[in-house]
Each structure stands twice: as structure tokens, then as C-alpha cells.
């Protein structure tokens, strides 16, 4: 157990490429945390990098208070659980368990004591004498997490760990990770693209893109204030709406209008000197789809919006209202069953303490 | 159903007659060199199957006849042949286990540049008709010294033995997943070590089928051995020739040669029989 501290990390590959930008991170110890952004935004990077299988360009790294950027991986004290199992096909179980310790000349009572414990503890003990061809998926995911596991790890990482699992195994296994965390309070990092897999099972989140950490925070920082467009638009489900648009004051009030004229915003009080502050003539307006109300009659309160049903998909639990006001489109999440076609004209009220504003030029949140 | 279990039986016995069928077709041509190793020189000529058999043939070829060593012909060498082949084969085989292993590991793991390039000079290796490059090869292996020396049979054998062990190896090797030795270097284990504990075990049975099949085509070369080498490492399969001259063909005796030739790969074959048929079908079903 150590607390993992990443201090102006940089990864610059051969060729030019950039994978991760000044990353500064730290990880407490026995903390979970998820390290969570879009295909190629540097996570797995940055996990190569914690691992030791890929060279710090730049920065210092420590784990506790080791500097391990000379470091070799089998020095590090780290575990990794590959997103493929990267299981040993011609040990058995057990023996892939125990490939480790054996490396580490640990003894063989030792070994086997600590092979059952953690076999037991992943409820794999009826298999420690197969090996993992003859075994499925959710087997060898647990063989995977007890070979990280049986070393003790400073820090344990996760890379994709429910990717290649189907959708049963996978919520089963987000509740088991968990409680492994809980019972070995190791320090631990998951790195994943499925926002859902972070929120479940992750106690803090940092949201990458394009090698830039984005923001770190638990999910109620992160929905409630993204720090930018990216974050407000990747954690979240169905993502949020933006809509560009541009303030104008007319008697006292302050309106957002669109840049086609199609729709006039009354602002809430509560976002207006907000807006005034920061001074811009074009922003973006963010709000998530189930923080839009259906209206049956249009009043002219602050918040309010007039647009065209373009498509209306009864999905179940609920529904999703696909609205077009002019150019931009709107994204509603709806009680299910309304009796709503295209065309019909509806009537929306966006809560006022759920809009985000942001920066049109710099997708920074205002 | 009765009349369903019938026809699935009816089936089972033709397809088993045909497959029978075709073992004896494709197996005549050992049963006739068989047959034909046995007899005795005026049988030679004759289509009878029902003849008093003879093993003078294989005590001529092994041992030497009266008349060789009267010198009416001569001195049969089959021994030294034999061992010649199998010194020149096994050696080929190893000097291509030792290079190609590695190379076939590198073509599957590594970026370069001109990797293909290199993957398909190897390959091309195999489409050259060996006459095309014979001759420049005998005049370079004369002013090398490696004319009529193992080595330099052994050498020119790379050009059969190591396209094969190098194709087939490359796929096995892209079919280890690069993980498995990364994880196996955060466990704390030296490459070396993974190597072989690990990757060797995953590979075995495409290492033992193409080095099983690079040894039947070296064992079984002839131009090589013809034009690059002289009476020091004649190989049975030159050796062959030997007896038919102008004057007599012991064609019997020839018969009794390939027979003992061919036993080591039938041997081989057998022996590893298990890999063969999964090493070869691995890569082919994988595309």
C-alpha cells in the first residue's frame, strides 16, 4: 500500500507524438480511482507508465516515497490486470498465481498459503489445477485480478478489466471488484473508456483527452461541474446539449439568443452575473437531457424554449425526444409512452440551476 | 430413424472404403519399392507379387558383395551415404532452429523498417528454381572452400529449410499476445526466461512440424548435393544413381537404398505424429 504521485508527467513517442502532456496526479493511498477518457486521450500511457513497460519522457513519478522512473516493472512493487488476462497458457492455474512469488523466491509454504488465500478470496479454488484454456472469460479475469493481487502490490492497476466480458458477468464483477478494493484497501487505479464502470466502482475520477488531464474529482464534481465541454459531454448518459449562442441585454433582462435567431433565452438571475463577469459575446449552453422539462402550456419564464419534435423513441423506462429549435438540436429524456409525432410543436424549460455555461472559444466553463 | 441410422451407417462404410481406396493409391508406389528391394536380379523385370524374397540387396548396400570387392563394381558406400544425409539434414535443421527462431520472433514482434520485405525475401527463397541459381552458387563455393563439405551443404540447405521454419513460427509467435511477456516482466522474470517457459511450450508444436518438414526437404534434396558437393558428402540421394550405370542397373539395390532412406522420416513422422497434425492445421484454420 503507497500513496502514487504523477508530478509533470510528460510521454512524448518516438515521431513526435505526445500521449500525455504535463499530467500531475496523485493518488492517496488505498484510494480507487478511475482513469477515464475516449480511445487514445493517454490513459494507457500513462498505466504503462505507472507499470514500468513504457519510459517517463518526462516528470518524476513515486510511489510512497520512492522515485521509480529508472526503475524496472518487477522493482516497482505494481501489479497490473491486463485487459487481455495475458494468462501464462502452459502453467496451471495455480502456477500462474504463483509465478511471482516464485520469481521472488518466496517459500513454497508461503507461496501455497498465500496462492489459496487469494484464490479463496476470488472464489477460484475449484480451478488452481486447470489451466486457463479449458476455462471462460469470467474465470480468467479472476486468475488475472489473484495473480495481481497475491503479491501485495503498492499499486494494483486495472486496464480495461470488463471489456471482454458479457453483460451479466460484467455488472457481477463491478460489485466484486469493489468489495475486493474494500477487503484489500490496496491502492488502486482502473483505466477504462465506460464512464459506467468508473462511476460504479471508482471513488475518484480523472477524465483525459488528448493526453491532457481534463479534471479529478468523485462523480458528483465531475457531473455537477465539468470544467469544460469535454468533461460536461463525456460523463453523462445520453450526453449534454450545447447550444451556441450569444448574450444580449434588452430592459434590464439578459437573453440568450441563438446564432440564427431561432430561439431568445430569458437567462436566470442565478446565471447573469455570471455571464456579466466573465465578459464574452459567445457562449455555449449546456444542459443534460433529464434536466429538460416537457410544458404542456408555453409561459414566458425565464429558461423557456419553443421547438419541433423531430424524432420520439419510447424506450421502455423512459423515452428520448429528439427537439431541432432552428439549426441546433435537443436531446430530452421524457417520461415514456407520450403520444408526441414529428412535427408537433413543444414547449421546454431547462432548469435554471442546471445550465452550464461555457466559453465558445475556449470550452472553459464560465 | 431407423432408416436414418442406416444411411448414416451406409455412409461411414463408403467414405472409410474410399479412404482405404486411395491409402492403397497413394501407398503403391512405397509397396512397389518395397517389393522390389526384395528380389533378386532376374525377378526384377517381372510383375509377380509371389516371389521368394531376398535381403541380398540390403546385405550388398550395407555391407559391400564379393563382386564389389573383387572390383567388378563399385564398392557400395551406402553407410557413409546415409550418414552424410544425416549429418547435412539435422545439421541444416539446427542451423535454421538457431537462426530462424529468433528471426521468426523478431519479424512477429518488432517494427523495422523493410520487415516485410525481409518476411518476403525469405519466402522468395523458396520460389527460385534451384537450377537458376546452381551454377553461380558452385563457382562462389569453389573459391569459398566450401565445395564437398558439410558445412557448405548444411548452408545451401537454408534455402529450404529456413523460408519454412520462419513462416510457420512468425504466425505462432502473432498469436502470443505481447501481454503475456509483459506480465510475465512485471512478475519479475528475465526475457530469457519467458522465452522459454513460456512462448517455447506455445510454439512447440509448429517447431516441431516445420522442423520435421525442413528436415524431409533437406533430407530429400538433390541438385544441391549433386553440383556443390563431391564423393566427401554424398547423400543418399546422389548415391542413388550410383546404381545404374551404362552397364547394369541394380535397380533392386537402388530399391533397398531408398527403402533404409526413407525410414529415418517415416520414423521422424511417427514419433511426433500429435504435433504434426495440430501444428500444421493451427496457423491454416486461424487464416
Keep these: 500500500m503507497a500513496e502514487l504521485r504523477l508530478v509533470h508527467i510528460y510521454k512524448t513517442y518516438k515521431g513526435g507524438v505526445e500521449a500525455v502532456k504535463d499530467l500531475n496526479l496523485t493518488v492517496a493511498d488505498g484510494e480507487f480511482l478511475a482513469l477515464l477518457g475516449p480511445s487514445g486521450c493517454g490513459k494507457t500511457s500513462t498505466l504503462r507508465m505507472i507499470v514500468g513497460l513504457e519510459e517517463i519522457t518526462g516528470g518524476e513519478m513515486y510511489i510512497g516515497s520512492r522515485l521509480v522512473n529508472k526503475l524496472a516493472p518487477n522493482h516497482r512493487n505494481v501489479a497490473l490486470a491486463f485487459e487481455t488476462y495475458a494468462l501464462y497458457p502452459p502453467l496451471t492455474v495455480y502456477e500462474n498465481i504463483a509465478f511471482n512469488l516464485r520469481a521472488k523466491k518466496v517459500a513454497p509454504a508461503e507461496i501455497d498459503r498465500r496462492v489459496r488465500a487469494v484464490a479463496a478470496m476470488l472464489e477460484i479454488t475449484d480451478i488452481l489445477n486447470r489451466t486457463p484454456a479449458e476455462l471462460g472469460g469470467g474465470h480468467k479475469q479472476r486468475i488475472s485480478l489473484a495473480r495481481a493481487l497475491v503479491r501485495n502490490p503498492d499499486v494494483f492497476l486495472m486496464d480495461e478489466p470488463l471489456s471482454h466480458l458479457d453483460a451479466a458477468q460484467r455488472s457481477h464483477m463491478r460489485v466484486e471488484l469493489k468489495r475486493l478494493h474494500a477487503e484489500t484497501k490496496s491502492t488502486t487505479i482502473l483505466v477504462t473508456h465506460d464512464q459506467l464502470e468508473a462511476v460504479a466502482m471508482a471513488e475518484r475520477i480523472a477524465v483525459m483527452n488528448f493526453g491532457v488531464l481534463q479534471q479529478v474529482g468523485t462523480f458528483e464534481d465531475v457531473y455537477n461541474h465539468p470544467v469544460n465541454e469535454f468533461v460536461a459531454g463525456f460523463i453523462g448518459e445520453p450526453p449534454m446539449n450545447f447550444l451556441p449562442c450569444r448574450p444580449q441585454s434588452e430592459g434590464g433582462q439578459l437573453f440568450l439568443i441563438s446564432a440564427d435567431n431561432s430561439f431568445r433565452l430569458l437567462l436566470p438571475d442565478l446565471l447573469r452575473s455570471r455571464l456579466e463577469r466573465a465578459g464574452i459575446q459567445q457562449v455555449d449552453l449546456g444542459i443534460r437531457p433529464v434536466h429538460l422539462d416537457l410544458l404542456d402550456q408555453p409561459g414566458n419564464g425565464p429558461g423557456e424554449l419553443q421547438g419541433v419534435v423531430s424524432t420520439y423513441e419510447s424506450l421502455g423506462e423512459e423515452g428520448q425526444l429528439a427537439v431541432s429549435i432552428g439549426a441546433a438540436a435537443l436531446l430530452v429524456v421524457t417520461p415514456p409512452e407520450l403520444s408526441l409525432r414529428r412535427g408537433d410543436t413543444v414547449h421546454l424549460r431547462l432548469r435554471a440551476s442546471q445550465i452550464h455555461l461555457f466559453d465558445a472559444k475556449t470550452q472553459a466553463a464560465l | ?287
Design chain 2, 1 to 287: 430413424m431407423q432408416t436414418e441410422k442406416a444411411q448414416g451407417r451406409l455412409a461411414a462404410v463408403l467414405s472409410d472404403a474410399f479412404l482405404i481406396l486411395y491409402f492403397l493409391f497413394a501407398l503403391f508406389p512405397l509397396v512397389w519399392m518395397v517389393l522390389v528391394s526384395l528380389k533378386s536380379g532376374p525377378e526384377l523385370f517381372t510383375t509377380q507379387f509371389v516371389f521368394t524374397p531376398t535381403i541380398d540387396n540390403y546385405l550388398a548396400i550395407l555391407f559391400g558383395d564379393a563382386r564389389a570387392a573383387a572390383g567388378v563394381v563399385a564398392k557400395q558406400e551406402f553407410p557413409r551415404n546415409f550418414m552424410n544425409s544425416l549429418i547435412t539434414s539435422s545439421g541444416a535443421v539446427l542451423i535454421s532452429l538457431l537462426v530462424g527462431v529468433p528471426a521468426a520472433y523478431a519479424l512477429a514482434r518488432y517494427k523495422f523498417r523493410g520487415k516485410e520485405d525481409l518476411a518476403f525475401t525469405f519466402l522468395s527463397f523458396r520460389f527460385a528454381p534451384e537450377l537458376v541459381v546452381i551454377i553461380p552458387l558452385s563457382v562462389v563455393y569453389r573459391q569459398l572452400g566450401l565445395y564437398d563439405t558439410h558445412l557448405g551443404i548444411m548452408w545451401v540447405y537454408q534455402l529450404v529449410t529456413l523460408p519454412l521454419l520462419i513462416w510457420v513460427l512468425r504466425s505462432y509467435f502473432e498469436d502470443i499476445s505481447p501481454d503475456i511477456e509483459q506480465a510475465a516482466m512485471i512478475d519479475g522474470y528475465s526475457w530469457w526466461h519467458v522465452f522459454f517457459r513460456i512462448l517455447m511450450p506455445l510454439v512447440r508444436p509448429g517447431l516441431a512440424a516445420a522442423a520435421l518438414l525442413a528436415f524431409i526437404f533437406a533430407w530429400n534434396n538433390f541438385m544441391f548435393p549433386l553440383v556443390l558437393g563431391g564423393s566427401n558428402v554424398q547423400t543418399v540421394t546422389v548415391a542413388s544413381l550410383g546404381y545404374i550405370s551404362s552397364a547394369q542397373g541394380f535397380f533392386n539395390r537402388m530399391a533397398a537404398a531408398s527403402v533404409l532412406a526413407t525410414l529415418p522420416q517415416i520414423l521422424l513422422a511417427l514419433s511426433i505424429q500429435r504435433y504434426l497434425i495440430r501444428g500444421l492445421s493451427f496457423g491454416a484454420v486461424k487464416g
